[in-house]
């Protein structure tokens, strides 16, 4: 007679101990698993690299090699190209898992499925943003951008674009069980991603310029914090609705 | 009182509703838009800087207040969608989506009209102007998100996300805009922020702003009710409706 | 009145090219709206009224609607 009863406490216990770790392991493994699948097929994050190399490569021949006008352009390009960048691989964010029922599994789990797009969205992040931050200097060498906006460019880039992948997500997560949802993707993200070209760009200028750059920085930031909170819901519920539909 | 809602919230009883109140917006909107018409084209004094090219004020602006009305109403029909999964504030949606593109594509049109004469060009990258634009395109992508989906309840649920994710980045956008025009165009001639415009200017105005918030009630009543037919063709009431006729 | 004559009323101080396309486009959109609604009306009643038509003969001659 004590048997099932025995039973029931131990799946009661172990149910206790996976909900109470439960959010932890399931971010990591989320995590985990997108940076693998990147791992295995490395060119859904060396793309975007190479059409940001490409973008800006098209710019001096289309306009001229004019080391004075290049400069004063550069920062504005910079942040485009980059910005066009991040938003050709937003298209394959959630596309895949969508297809081959991953995102079925992560509805069905008991984890919020807020923070569980939240772990992706990082991963995107880390595969895009931040490689594209890092390279941006190099190609602003080649634009002949200013000494001492080098390391604004990089940071600012580094931060607007967690912006960009947070907003880009959403636009992925509403287009991502349609069939063409690419070039719906960019008419749906392009006007929200304004502000963070503006304050990017912006504080690049503002370092050749010689002004303060940390209102800049600032706002970005404060951009960032803004689509942190409510980014991660309105994926949540997209991708419920791409699912169903 | 809730069960007046609740019949409200009924797309049967939202009908009726609408059916008695439209004709009483087409009216207002009839004789505001047609008076404030005459009244700013022919009696309204001209501007003493911009002449007689002021009076596009008495279109641009109302057009430009309900571009950005719209957005918002068409959000918080959305989220009441969405929360109480109430049809009815879909199909209202639905309905006034493509009067705010149009408003917002004619407040764009009169705004680089008028740009001739006081700017000298067709496009200026004035605050406004841009901040316009990209409301345009929000519009635009909300109404080819709801027509991308084959399911209706997707399509609408997408749309209402997207209407709230936007409405949430339009004042973003507005004041990033304006800091943006500030940074590069400085104390540029505005068009519409002018201290203190006589009675007799902002009067007209105001009957033209109230005359296009009618019009747009009027054509979201009426609209909302094409919609509520459409997709409840199937139902006993439309059938009797229908029937009533012949 | 602002004007003199209907002339002058016409030239718009000399800006008649801009006012009157701005105020053409706003109306032309006004317009345009109600024309789009009373045909989306009228098309929809004619679908709805067949159907039920349909219906009722279908019901009067006693065959079993497919």
Redesign the interface.
Known sequence: MSCPEARSDVVGRGRKRERDTGIGIALYATMRRDLLLLLRRPSTALNPLAFFALVITLFPIGISPDPALLSAIAPGLLWVAALLAALLSLDGLFRNDVEDGTLEQLLLSSRPLPMLALAKVAVHWLSTGLPLALMAPVLGVMLSLPLGSYGVLALSLALGSATLSLIGAIGAALTAGLPRGGVLLSLLVLPLYVPVLIFGAGAVQAAIAGTGVAAHLALLGALLAVALVFAPWAIAASLRISLNG | MWAFIHKLGSPKGFYAFSVRLSPWFWVAATTL?GGG?VWG??????DYQQ???F??IY??VP?AFLAQSIFVVMALAGLVF?VWRIKLADMAATAMA??GA??T??AL??GA??G??TWGTWWQWDARLTSML?LF??Y??VI??RS????R???S??AS??T???V??IP??KY??E??YT?HQPATFSVTSRPAMPTEMWLPLLIMVLGFYS?FIA?TL??T??EI??RE?AKRW??DL??E?? | MAFDSFTAFLAMGGYAPYVWPAYGATLLLLFAVVLHLRLERRRLWRELRRRVRRERRQARDGEVPS
């Open positions: 838009i018409l084209l022919a009696f309204a004094p001209a002449g007689d090219s009076r596009i279109v641009h057009a969405m493509p009067l149009g408003m594509f004619v049109l009169s009209v008028w001739v004469p990209l395109f929000l635009i992508g080819a998100l991308a989906f084959d399911g309840d997707s399509g649920r997408a996300v997207l709230m994710v936007g949430i980045n973003i956008i990033s805009v800091w943006w940074l019009f054509v009426t609209r009710r094409n037919l459409r063709s439309v059938r229908v029937g006729g012949n």
